[in-house]
């Protein structure tokens, strides 16, 4: 499999579960910028979106879309970083990877731009905090927000809650997600990931 990711950006949700997993990988960095891989190539020629995570398969069929890629890979493993399709536990999971693609990563995305308003950016990030309020109230009773079991959901809640600092979004509110945040960073294939894009 191959993974195109720009360092910290949500790809770095899939680029550590395929080090939770311990799958074959390798990975080309992209220039969100520009629209260009490492060597020159015009991203749009492989992904038509234009932007990252993107997923070639070993057979050449591609995935977008973080948390569809998530399954993908907890899949490949069964039993590690999601629970099996059909049972109301993988509903769940869905849950969760759809409030953290929807109500959080979604929200984030209009302070990545310098040209929003100064009311719009407020506005999200009470939004943030507002959903951040219903994860907390999780993680205040439970290590993961599966409860006992780290998953991709997690994955997905770490990668993109990285971006609040520099966002300046104050998540100082929260004490059981930066146990949250800590209890994930100290995992070793967590730790591989933020090496192989330069984060640490």
Not at 56 to 79: C, F, H
Request: glycine content about 6%.
């Amino acid at each position: 499999m191959k993974l195109y990711f720009a360092p910290g950006a949500c790809s770095l949700a899939p680029h550590i579960a395929l080090a939770e997993a311990g799958l074959s990988y390798d990975t080309t960095k992209v220039d969100l910028r520009k629209h260009v891989t490492a060597d020159g190539t015009d991203y749009y020629t492989i992904n038509a979106k234009g932007y990252v995570p993107f997923l070639v398969l070993d057979d050449g069929s591609t995935l977008s879309e973080v948390a569809v890629i998530l399954q993908y890979i907890a899949d490949r493993k069964p039993g590690t970083l999601a629970p099996a399709f059909g049972g109301q536990d993988r509903y769940k999971l869905m849950e969760w990877l759809n409030f953290v693609a929807t109500e959080l990563h979604k929200t984030y995305g209009p302070l990545w731009h310098p040209t929003t308003p100064e009311a719009t950016k407020s506005a999200n990030i009470e939004r943030l905090r507002a959903r951040y309020g219903v994860i907390e109230k999780t993680l205040a009773t439970q290590p993961y927000l599966m409860g006992e079991a780290y998953s991709v959901a997690d994955v997905y809640l770490y990668a993109i809650t990285r971006w609040a600092a520099m966002l300046k979004v104050d998540l100082g509110a929260f004490p059981a997600l930066a146990k949250f945040m800590a209890r994930v960073e100290a995992r070793p294939a967590v730790q591989k990931a933020l090496a192989a894009e330069g984060l640490k």
